[in-house]
């Protein structure tokens, strides 16, 4: 019974950062609808950012997070600007943009490894003393009990947004229709661009606790990404509260998985179950 | 000058796996992004028989081929059920699978350590181990491929491919069964890929898993999409451009410390640049 | 296009000109973008290191890195090049992957090639080398340091690579006949982060001790999060823990380890990178300060031939490294000694040593 809990708070700590990378990911395939390779990237640019602004320059945490995370948002912001949109404009095919978007993110992945070198660093500064919480007879630090109520507040954030506000009926206008949506008067190529901000900013900061939970490393966002991308789809793409389901449902799928098979077939469990949604149910829990 | 021999080697296989893959994507418009798992499979068939049996190389092409039309046969029917960007997303899938099989599969692969020893290819007496002689045989294989690849493209059974690229439900209206052909071209191309392995794994002489993960399969794509989707010659053209590039780049002076990771730099922002001022790529006539 | 290809190809092999004291040319292999790089990046750092303690030598000596990101056809282009166009006398490789792809090539060419390799297979021919404390030195002293603590049930976390494979099958083997049983043998693939439910997995089976049988950077993590599962089961390893910035981490756990020496080498590395040596850092900058001694004896003024210098690695004996007490075998493998440490203050400290 015990071992069972265990693995039940195994899969929501995993879920939780799956969820995390889905949110970001869903909230800028929504409006833009294409697979973008670099989203992975922004996230390990965040957490290297906070390691620049915390460690080095050794700026007050909060702030460096902050910071970091503005940052990652302006390169997502960046890429859109510089690559993405001259592209759409040119109605360039989803392949060509997979296409830039690897190349952006071979070109930025090497940048990271040039400027900090290639070796994995953990971001928490005590290794062994991380505060420990017993829940119903399992453990769950305390970095990993942040990662679950950010993915919450985000969500709860993100939710308000799209559904509260101006800005967000837009997107959601986007994400329905952007030419119809471009006709009727709104800017949406601006509308987009804040949309790879705001996600980029949420990569940046998955990157950063990640980097608390674990650590960093320049190659760190293909991996994030494809969890991240595998969440969305068994949620529901475009549907951030699908997005967050499918975090944690893989989480659970994954961590029962290995239990009955063992640990080096992950990824193909992983895997096995997207292509199980995409056959039965492609528009993921969420969606009808 | 053996490093010349050595690179056009490299190039003639790569110049097959673009012209089988272009076949799927370019003529038919499927997003295949599993090329690397076929192309695995014919290297790992002609590995283990040229290593545990007496059988010789071009039996091995065969056993390779017969168990790459059985496995892609099934992944076809199962992929045929998606579209689009889920259909990528599933060949992802299926790629990673794939690889955990050569990855795990220790009794029959030796997973991690891989598989050392294959000898090159026996017959009339030709002593292959000479590179220039293997380049011959290379270059061979991609004139074959080359022009079956020009007779399927040209028949009309081509004709019904570009046709389902442009419009499936058009064409099924006139009483084509897609399916059929979606299925047929797959296999082939997956055909094709199996064989390029065989040679590959003869040519380097060991084999591991590391050749086949999914970035492999998108590293062929960018071949086509480099050179141009729905054009042989562009197969040809990317993956000559795609091999030389970073050879080239060995060459220029970067300071030695971050001279790998400046090559990587460059790289992706040739492939970003290429994106964005030329996305139908080199010669290419379509995009998706 | 192609005859682009051919006048580069011209310009570069006519590069090739007629120095008056021909440089002795060192390639060397390694990962130095991808995944791995950070490996790529610790060789890469020792031999430089190697280099500049260099003085008074009769020769000079060139050292050209190639990164091959461990993947086969690109080790393959990268020592086409160096043979062909830098026309190295040395060849040094990282992995047992690279190591294969090399080892015929520098047979068939001639050059003397070293791997950092445990696939033995990497050092068949006369010009193939490996300089890795090999898997049944390694297990022989950690299997008599078992039976000597009365540890019957081995509980062990490995790696999906080859280093880790080859010493646990060799391990197995070892194994059987004695009352030594694996109780549980939990998999990972390199690049892994979530070993929680492995270790819930494993938390079950028993274990006396857990065998840790993984590398920078998945060591760490696993460590990390064996301790915050609140398992206080002894942690052992055989090569992982000093090749760590983490080392508190296994403060008061016995470990095998190879050789003596390492402390002095740990120190120099650490000063002028500022980070702590990686998987085969230390093997590497051996291989180079060896293979310079070895040019050095050959008689003569001139530049030796591969093949001398091959003959001659064969004749070494009782060399000086930092993996300690070095000699090459017949099978041109250097066999480097096993000991047992453990983990005292932040620092390794040898318990006992091999015979």
């Known amino acids: 019974m015990a071992i069972f809990l265990q693995l039940i708070l195994n899969s929501i700590i995993a879920g939780s950062v799956y969820a995390l990378v889905a949110l970001g990911f869903n909230f800028i395939y929504g409006a833009t609808k294409f697979f973008n390779l670099a989203h992975g990237v922004v996230a390990a640019i965040g957490g290297y950012a906070f390691f620049y602004f915390a460690r080095i320059l050794g700026l007050n945490i909060y702030l460096a997070v902050v910071l970091a995370i503005i940052f990652a948002g302006l390169i997502g912001y960046g890429l859109d600007k510089l690559i993405y949109l001259p592209l759409r404009k040119r109605k360039a095919s989803n392949m060509a943009l997979l296409v830039a978007s690897l190349g952006a993110m071979t070109a930025l992945q090497a940048i990271i490894a040039i400027l900090f070198t290639s070796q994995f660093r953990t971001l928490s500064q005590n290794i062994s003393t991380q505060k420990l919480f017993e829940v119903f007879g399992g453990v769950i630090t305390q970095t990993q009990l942040i990662i679950l109520l950010v993915t919450f507040l985000i969500l709860s954030a993100l939710a308000l947004l799209l559904y509260k506000t101006h800005f967000g009926r837009a997107i959601r206008a986007i994400s329905d229709d952007e030419e119809t949506t471009r006709i009727i008067g709104i800017n949406t190529n601006k509308i987009i661009g804040h949309v790879f901000f705001i996600g980029s900013a949420i990569a940046g900061l998955a990157g950063i606790l990640v980097g608390f939970d674990t650590g960093i490393e320049p190659t760190m966002g293909l991996n994030l990404l494809l969890k991240g991308v595998i969440a969305s789809i068994i949620g529901g793409v475009g549907n951030i509260c699908g997005g967050v389901l499918g975090g944690f449902f893989l989480g659970f799928v994954e961590n029962f998985g290995i239990w009955k098979i063992s640990g080096e077939w992950k990824d193909a469990i992983a895997f096995a179950l997207l292509i199980a949604f995409l056959i039965f149910r492609p528009r993921g829990i969420m969606n009808k | 000058m053996e490093y010349l021999i050595h690179l056009a080697i490299l190039f003639a296989i790569y110049a097959t796996l673009g012209l089988s893959l272009n076949l799927v994507v370019g003529y038919t418009g499927l997003l295949s992004v599993t090329h690397a798992a076929f192309y695995g499979v014919g290297a790992y068939a002609t590995a283990i028989l040229l290593t545990k049996t007496g059988v010789g190389f071009f039996t091995s092409v065969i056993f390779g081929i017969v168990i790459a039309i059985t496995i892609s046969f099934f992944i076809g029917v199962v992929l045929s059920k998606f579209k689009g960007d889920y259909y990528a997303l599933g060949t992802f899938g299926f790629n990673t699978i794939v690889f955990a099989v050569f990855l795990n599969w220790q009794n029959l692969t030796r997973g991690p350590l891989g598989i050392p020893g294959i000898s090159r290819p026996e017959f009339f007496g030709i002593d292959f181990t000479n ?124 300071p030695a410390d971050i001279a790998a990771q400046m090559r990587q730099v460059v790289y992706g922002m040739i492939l970003i640049l290429l994106m964005l001022y030329r996305p139908q790529g080199l010669v290419g006539e379509y995009k998706l | 296009m192609v005859v682009t290809l051919i006048t580069i190809g011209y310009f570069l092999l006519k590069g090739s000109s007629d120095f008056s004291v021909e440089p002795i040319k060192i390639g060397v292999i390694a990962p130095m973008t991808g995944n791995t790089a950070f490996l790529g990046e610790g060789i890469r750092d020792a031999i430089l290191l190697a280099k500049e303690n260099l003085n008074g030598t009769k020769y000079k000596y060139e050292v050209i890195f190639e990164d091959d990101q461990l993947d086969s056809k690109l080790t393959a282009s990268a020592v086409n090049k160096l043979i062909s166009v830098d026309k190295v006398d040395v060849i040094i490789t990282f992995g047992s992957g690279p190591g294969n792809v090399v080892a015929p090539i520098a047979e068939q060419r001639g050059v003397v090639h070293f791997g950092i390799a445990s696939d033995p297979n990497v050092a068949k021919g006369n010009y193939n080398f490996i300089h890795w404390t090999p898997p049944s030195e390694e297990n022989k002293v950690f299997v008599a340091e078992l039976q000597r603590r009365g540890i019957n049930k081995l509980g062990v976390f490995e790696s999906n690579q080859q280093g880790a494979a080859a010493v646990i099958a060799d391990l197995r083997e070892r194994l059987k006949g004695t009352d030594i049983e ?37 060591l760490e993590v696993l460590a990390k999060q064996i301790k915050e599962a609140g398992v206080d089961t002894p942690l052992t390893s055989i090569e992982g823990f000093e090749l760590t910035e983490q080392v508190d981490l296994f403060e008061g756990e016995w470990y095998v380890n190879a050789a003596d020496a390492t402390g002095d080498f ?80 932040g620092e390794p400290a040898t318990i006992s040593s091999a015979e």
Request: proline share 2%; hydrophobic share 50%.
């Open chain 3, 266 to 345: 740990i120190s120099k590395f650490s000063a002028k990178t500022g980070k702590s040596p990686t998987l085969g850092v230390a093997n590497s900058y051996d291989i180079f300060n060896l293979v310079v001694a070895t040019i050095e004896k050959i008689k003569g003024s001139v530049k030796p031939l591969s093949e001398e210098i091959a003959q001659e690695i064969t004749r070494v004996k009782n060399f000086d490294g930092a993996l300690g007490n070095l000699s090459v075998n017949e099978d041109g493998l250097v066999i480097s000694k096993a000991a047992v440490r453990m983990i005292k203050d």
């Open chain 2, 131 to 254: 590179n220039f002689t293997f380049l011959i045989l290379s270059l061979v294989f991609l004139s074959l491929l080359y022009f079956v690849s020009r007779f399927i493209a040209g028949s009309s059974f081509g004709r019904v491919l570009k046709a389902i690229r442009e419009d499936e439900t058009a064409i099924a209206v006139f009483g084509y069964h897609t399916l059929y052909f979606k299925l047929a071209i797959f296999v082939i191309s997956a055909a094709m890929a199996a064989v390029t392995g065989s040679l590959f794994a003869s040519y380097i002489t060991f084999i591991d898993p590391s050749g086949f993960r999914l970035m492999e399969s998108v590293f062929i794509l960018a071949i086509i999409v480099l050179g141009g989707l729905a054009n042989l010659r562009g197969s040809i053209l990317g993956a000559f451009f795609i091999i030389l590039l970073p050879e080239i780049l060995r060459f220029v002076g970067f």
């Open chain 3, 182 to 218: 694996i109780v549980t043998d939990q998999l990972f693939n390199v690049g892994e982060k979530d070993f929680r439910s492995i270790i819930t997995k494993a938390k079950n089976s028993g274990a006396e001790i857990y065998l840790l049988m993984a590398f920078s950077p998945e």
